[in-house]
């Protein structure tokens, strides 16, 4: 079985500042480093480290062949990324003392990926595979139509938040993963309650307190575990790849949450993003099974 994930790849550019810039200054940075971001890398690499076959369909730029290496290193399918003559999306990142920061985003190839190169990519996937999309790419309705055609399961993270967007993909979708913030932002926007969707499954994340299950009227509360948390940054992503993965490997879906609660445990106790995100072995290390 495998995870198509239809997903961004940036490049994170850190810069750190004595202060953020302001209006017309020019400002040295005292250290630069770059890594991998993007949900959908992010993505791909934490269900590839859940031991899952994950195929990534997605388009860098020129100067993006770092970025596919990685992912592939990192145990990613990467055939189906494209090589455009657009620059990588990436992200330029100013970071101050107090680690208060300003952001820049470019959405680049991202937002370039031909519809061909989904349909090439989804060609031999059928009832047995899983699709997911989350709002950094184009295509993403096109996308889950088409896989939802083939009969895969069709998983939608509606992260960053669009309302547009997820409006587009609930049609679509079997799946609806957001955290706490972005169900409101959907339940205000749409004056539907989460149940009321049409999607057959709903997991809300909930930072800290856990997760909770929508399905049906019926609804299922997941405490987190208990940890020290250091950098939450990509924790929604992990979560979201190992659920995937679990469901994937044929877990029913409180089995496949429990494991995903595991992973964005581990992943908020380490600072990082797509480095740190755990591999099972990690998870099992942390959280022995009984
Ligand atoms: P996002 O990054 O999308 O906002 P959340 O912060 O809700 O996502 O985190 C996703 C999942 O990661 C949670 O459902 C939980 O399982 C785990 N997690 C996040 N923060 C913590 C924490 N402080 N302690 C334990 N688990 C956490």
């Not at 699709?131 to 889950?144: I, P, R, S």
């Amino acid at each position: 079985m495998t995870i198509y994930n239809l997903g961004s790849i940036n490049a994170d550019h850190f810069y750190r500042v004595g202060h953020l810039p302001l209006p017309g200054e020019t400002l040295a940075a005292a250290d630069y480093s770059r890594g991998l971001g993007g949900k959908g890398a992010n993505m791909s690499i934490a269900a590839a480290r859940a031991a899952s076959r994950v195929v990534h369909v997605g388009a860098v730029g020129p100067d993006g062949g770092w970025a596919t290496d990685y992912l592939l290193e990192s145990g990613v399918l990467t055939q189906h990324i494209q090589r455009l003559d657009v620059p990588t999306g990436h992200a330029i990142i100013n970071v101050d003392a107090s680690a208060e920061n300003t952001i820049v985003l470019f959405p680049g190839a991202n937002r370039e990926i031909a519809l061909a190169s989904v349909m090439a990519a989804l060609a031999e996937a059928g009832p047995q595979d899983s699709f997911v999309t989350q709002n950094e790419t184009n295509a993403q309705a096109d996308g889950l139509r088409l896989a939802r055609s083939k009969g895969m399961r069709t998983v939608y993270a509606a992260a960053p938040f669009d309302v547009a967007a997820v409006q587009a993909a609930l049609p679509h979708i079997y799946m609806l993963v957001l955290n706490e913030v972005e169900a409101q932002q959907l339940e205000q926007a749409t004056g539907q309650r989460l149940t009321d969707l049409g999607v057959a499954d709903v997991v809300m994340t909930l930072g800290a307190e856990g997760c909770r299950w929508f399905h049906g009227k019926q609804q299922q509360d997941f405490a987190a575990h208990k940890v020290t948390p250091v950098d939450t940054t990509g924790a929604g992503d992990t979560f979201t790849g190992y659920l995937l993965a679990g469901l994937d490997q044929g877990m029913p879906m409180a089995q496949a949450i429990t494991l995903a609660q595991k992973a964005g445990a581990v992943m908020v106790t380490r600072q990082g993003t797509a480095d740190v995100i755990p591999d099972l072995k990690d998870v099992r290390d942390a959280f022995p099974p009984e």
